[in-house]
């Protein structure tokens, strides 16, 4: 091992074949970008105890939530071959982000889709279960304030009911409600009494009292929403040297980011300007903003894929999508059954209904054992029926229905078979 | 504070105590920074109101609206006289322009965020009380950088703390609690627990993780 040390603080350091660069459990505050060679990271899947090896490729960061976030390493980092990385402090880290919005953004949507996973997976094992309709469940709030004679949050969350699902099957009872509420109809129902009375946990602040007296139940349940979040051990670094910079990163635009990105970087020293200039293609600043390849698994790609879809973005679903299809080095035929046909889904939701069809039928014939054959049976059954060919459609919803294990795509294909009233 | 005057009278929004911010499971395309006051974030379990945080001045909420399109996961309600910045999703890149430091706030709170989600998790996962017990332990004692392992350590902990972190009512808490301080292995008082070999926890957990999968 060989330590360079340059002006900013940034290290380099070369490491033999089959280093450790951490242990899991390790309490640090280093964040590390790989200039070259090779690093492994290995860690466990909670839900399944199977082993997971990620690759970092060149010019890409990794160990930057357990820095940021203070807590222990999550994984055991080796280097494979003779390896360079850097190792940037937290505050060298900071000066590179601020000065580069777009890897903040990208690292700030893996982040996401990553609390979203692990959330889904409390849910899961909580019981609780993972298809609830949205609507019913804030008219259940509603409900639920106004049960406990909290008329002020009970209309607003009925009002909130009124906003988005005018038409939906409570709408009546919502606006009934919002009517009594408002014309002061509305009495406060006698608290039941085996609800035990407020007992006030000693983190709450100095709120008025009678923001909890109808409160039933007033555990402080550090959950999930995180309870550490006091901003004292946040850095409010006023460095805004770097700041000239920030001019040229235009929102958005991945081309304007490696301008940015190359301007950024430029000052940091000669260190960071070799790192730049060493590079001899463009792919290294592409993967440089790609933040960590532990955040960025192919299974956090899909999934931030499927919120592009859900949230209407289908063009930049099937962008990621295509990326994890064309993947030569994924391990994993169920990922990539998938992201087939999800991009089956895309089109659909697209409109693009013929090339909806043939990418799922292209799926199914290249791979008819596939787990996924259901799924994408149910899929061209749905093009169909957008097509406004239900006779088409009919075949593909009963075999789907016919199909074991019963599952929720069984369900669907019944309840669709009569909806349409075959 | 973190933002300038401006950004108060442009974005700014204030709550009398006891209002709504937003509501669980109503469509979201804002976040929010508490400029002054604080609220509180709940939860409806089993159709009561359950208070997960409450949080300060220069907190941040809602943030998950900023990059993906879900409905919020919690509700937030004022807890006195408030007054919040409020930004919608399409200002974010402009405001991430103005206010870098920002950004970066949020990767830290990410950070955090999914470790501590990951780690109850982790807890829930464990099927014996006792082990979420030791494992709820172990993973206050991880978060304080300033605990020392190798000897005994104080955790500001109330046994319904460790209820809620670990899933298990208060009784089967209380009693799995009773039984660690009846062995020796605790000290058990009413606003904190002392544990005398927090790695011994550590080692029984671990091993116990790695027989689940085995």
């Not at chain 1, 391990?331 to 992201?339: E, I």
Request: charged share 30%; proline share 5%; hydrophobic share 35%.
């Amino acid at each position: 091992m060989s330590d360079v040390i340059t002006g900013s603080g940034i290290r380099t350091r070369t490491y033999k074949s089959q280093a450790i660069v951490y242990f899991e459990g390790d309490k640090s505050e280093s964040i590390y970008i790989l200039k070259k060679g090779k690093v492994l990271l290995t860690y466990l899947r909670p839900e399944t105890g199977e082993e997971i090896k990620e690759e970092v490729r060149p010019g890409e960061f990794f160990g930057v939530k357990s820095a940021l976030g203070k807590y222990p390493r999550e994984e055991n980092a080796q280097t494979i071959g003779e390896t360079v990385i850097l190792i940037l402090t937290p505050a060298d880290f900071e000066r590179i982000v601020l000065s580069n919005i777009m890897v903040v953004k990208k690292m700030l949507r893996v982040f996401s889709n990553q609390l979203r996973r692990i959330g889904r997976a409390v849910r899961e094992v909580m019981g609780e279960t993972n298809s609830v309709d949205p609507a019913n469940e804030l008219y259940k709030i509603a409900d639920h304030y106004a049960a406990n004679g909290r008329p002020q949050q009970a209309l607003y969350a009925y009002k909130k009911y009124m906003e988005y699902y005018p038409d939906g099957k409570f709408a009546s009872s919502a606006m009934k409600m919002i009517q009594n509420i408002e014309s002061g109809n509305y009495s406060a129902p006698v608290v039941p009494v085996s609800d035990t009375p407020v007992s006030r946990p000693d983190a709450l602040p100095d709120a008025d009292e009678d923001m909890f007296s109808s409160s039933s139940d007033s555990d402080s349940d550090s959950d999930s929403l995180g309870n550490d979040f006091g901003s004292d051990d946040f850095s409010d670094s006023d460095d805004s040297g770097d700041m000239d910079d920030f001019g040229t990163a235009e929102s958005g635009d991945i081309d304007d980011f490696e301008a940015s990105e190359a301007a950024g970087l430029s000052d940091f020293g000669s260190e960071m300007d070799s790192f730049v200039s060493n590079s001899p293609d463009d792919e290294l600043l592409d993967d440089f903003g790609l933040g960590e390849p532990l955040n960025e698994s192919p299974e956090d790609r899909f999934s931030e894929a499927v919120s592009f879809r859900e949230s209407g973005d289908c063009n930049h679903a099937i962008e990621i999508l295509e990326e994890i299809r064309s993947d030569q080095s994924l391990n994993n035929p169920d990922l990539l059954h998938k992201a087939y046909i999800e991009i089956g889904r895309c089109k659909l939701d697209q409109g693009k209904l013929q090339e909806a069809l043939s990418e799922l039928s292209l799926f199914l014939k290249n791979n008819p054992r596939s787990a996924f054959v259901k799924e994408a049976l149910f899929e061209a059954g749905n093009v169909y029926l957008k097509a406004g060919s239900k006779d088409k459609a009919i075949p593909y919803f009963k075999k789907v229905a016919a199909m074991p294990p019963r599952d929720n795509f069984n369900q669907q294909a019944l309840a669709l078979l009569k909806e349409n009233k075959f | 504070m973190l933002l300038d005057d401006h950004f108060l009278e442009r974005f700014g929004v204030e709550y009398a105590p006891g209002e709504i911010i937003f509501c669980e499971y109503e469509p979201g395309h804002e976040f929010y920074l508490i400029h002054s006051g604080s609220v509180k974030i709940v939860k409806l379990i089993n159709n009561r109101e359950k208070i997960m945080d409450v949080m300060y001045a220069g907190d941040v909420f809602g943030e998950q609206a900023i990059l993906e399109a879900e409905p919020r996961s919690a509700t937030v309600i004022a807890a006195g006289p408030t007054k919040l910045l409020k930004f919608h999703r399409d200002n974010f890149d402009a405001l991430l322009k103005g206010n870098p430091q920002l950004a970066y706030k949020l990767l830290v709170i990410f950070s955090k965020r999914i470790y501590d989600a990951k780690r109850r998790l982790m807890i829930l996962l464990l099927n014996e009380p006792p082990l979420k017990v030791m494992d709820v332990l172990c993973m206050l004692a991880e978060q304080n950088v300033n605990v020392d392992m190798h000897s005994q350590v104080v955790l500001s902990v109330t046994p319904k703390d460790i209820s809620s972190w670990s899933g298990m009512s208060i009784e089967e808490t209380q009693n799995a609690l009773t039984h660690m301080m009846n062995l020796g292995k605790i000290e058990l008082y009413p606003e904190k627990i002392i544990v005398k070999n927090i790695l011994d926890f550590q080692r029984q957990v671990n091993s116990r993780r790695k027989q689940m999968f085995t």
